[in-house]
């Protein structure tokens, strides 16, 4: 038995353990084919059938509609920043953008040489503190670009905000709450998600587009980044990468036993409620995002500058990271734009995990004189 790890990374992070050790037979032997996973063609009969299920478990718990594709690609979310624009935006178009975090501004960046980039709402000169809700949207916008969930600053969108445009439509990074949660699909054309937080692995990013919006850029897309080429070849247009598709395929199955996202969304809900009531109850630490705001997967908290005086913070910090390393909690360092600290409690962090977080918390309150 290995020591359990309570692994609080905001990417890559946490999987189910069924997963992990389905990946590791299939290191070895993949469905007693008698070859590892990672040596298979994905032109084999086994490697197919599993993209086919790995799309249809994708369909399933996220209630894709049917006129939407779905995609396994590379290059990360940060590729989906170009390739997006690129696939939707003519050259003479524009696109709304909404600059809530690190993502989404480098989202908008990567824009900008493929149309005009409205900024329709930031919040950076409060520090990402909040969502900007009153966005200003241009009227003729083709899309809307959102991140649902801001894996930095710790924010999520609990509706997301819909596109002035009667015809624009919402293109969605889910790459930190993907799976956490039910889709509305009404008005989005397209989400994209790295999938080293919720899906799986790093190595396989998840793009679902609806089809009747490709093939209006104007412009000549080289294969690679066309969404059409790989919707033709099914993924498969290169050597996609198979073994993180299957992390992700045994990540998927465990949430389907689990009862599917609407089930996954009352155990993150109860998760984030409780160490967020005791980020609000313990003197000694405090949250730093608008309550309306607070994302139930990334929840960043400082230490009270009351409490802890700026010049004894460095050390304090270090401190309470060695005390909860000293218990087995990992990476609880806050992003280095932000400081304190940040748990990331994607859907694979045990609620156990939350509980271990929330005594750490008090008995280094306690241990510090903070009652
Ligand atoms: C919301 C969001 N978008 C995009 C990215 C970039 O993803 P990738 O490293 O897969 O390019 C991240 C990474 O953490 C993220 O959290």
Not at 47 to 68: G, K, Q, Y
Not at 79 to 86: N, R, S, V, Y
Request: charged share 20%.
């Amino acid at each position: 038995m290995r020591k359990t790890i309570y692994n609080f990374s905001a990417g890559p992070s946490m999987l189910p353990e069924s997963a992990l050790q389905a990946a590791s037979v299939a290191c070895i032997d993949f469905k007693n084919t008698g070859m590892s996973l990672m040596t298979m063609s994905h032109r084999t009969k086994p490697v197919m059938e599993m993209f086919a299920e790995t799309e249809s478990l994708i369909r399933d718990l996220l209630a894709v509609p049917a006129n939407f594709k779905v995609m396994f690609l590379g290059g990360g979310a940060s590729l989906q920043f170009a390739m997006a624009p690129m696939n939707l935006l003519p050259q003479d178009g524009i696109a709304d953008y909404t600059d809530t975090g690190e993502w989404g501004a480098k989202a908008a960046k990567e824009a900008k040489a493929f149309g005009k980039i409205n900024i329709a709402g930031s919040s950076k000169e409060a520090s990402y503190i909040f969502l900007p809700k009153e966005l200003k949207q241009t009227a003729d916008a083709v899309y809307l670009h959102l991140t649902s969930n801001n894996t930095v600053f710790g924010s999520q969108w609990k509706t997301l905000p819909t596109p002035v445009n009667a015809n624009g439509y919402q293109v969605v990074d889910m790459s930190s709450d993907i799976f956490s949660r039910p889709i509305d699909w009404t008005r989005i054309g397209m989400i994209y998600a790295g999938a080293q937080k919720n899906a799986g692995p790093a190595g396989v990013t998840l793009v679902i587009v609806r089809e009747d919006i490709l093939g209006k850029s104007g412009r000549t897309i080289p294969s690679m980044l066309d969404y059409a080429v790989h919707i033709k070849a099914e993924s498969m247009f290169n050597t996609p990468p198979v073994f993180p598709v299957y992390v992700m395929n045994e990540t998927l199955k465990w949430l389907k036993n689990l009862g599917g996202v609407a089930a996954m969304q009352v155990i993150n809900e109860r998760k984030a409620s409780k160490l967020y009531a005791e980020i609000d109850r313990n003197r000694m630490f405090c949250g730093t995002v608008k309550t309306e705001d607070r994302s139930i997967m990334n929840l960043v908290f400082i230490f009270d500058p009351k409490v802890v005086p700026a010049e004894a913070k460095e050390a304090k910090e270090k401190e309470f990271l060695a005390f909860c390393k000293a218990r087995s909690m990992e990476t609880l360092a806050g992003h280095r734009i932000v400081g304190g600290f940040r748990a990331s409690i994607y859907n694979a962090m045990p609620e156990a995990g939350v509980d271990a977080l929330i005594t750490a918390m008090q008995d280094f309150a306690k241990q510090n004189g903070v009652g």
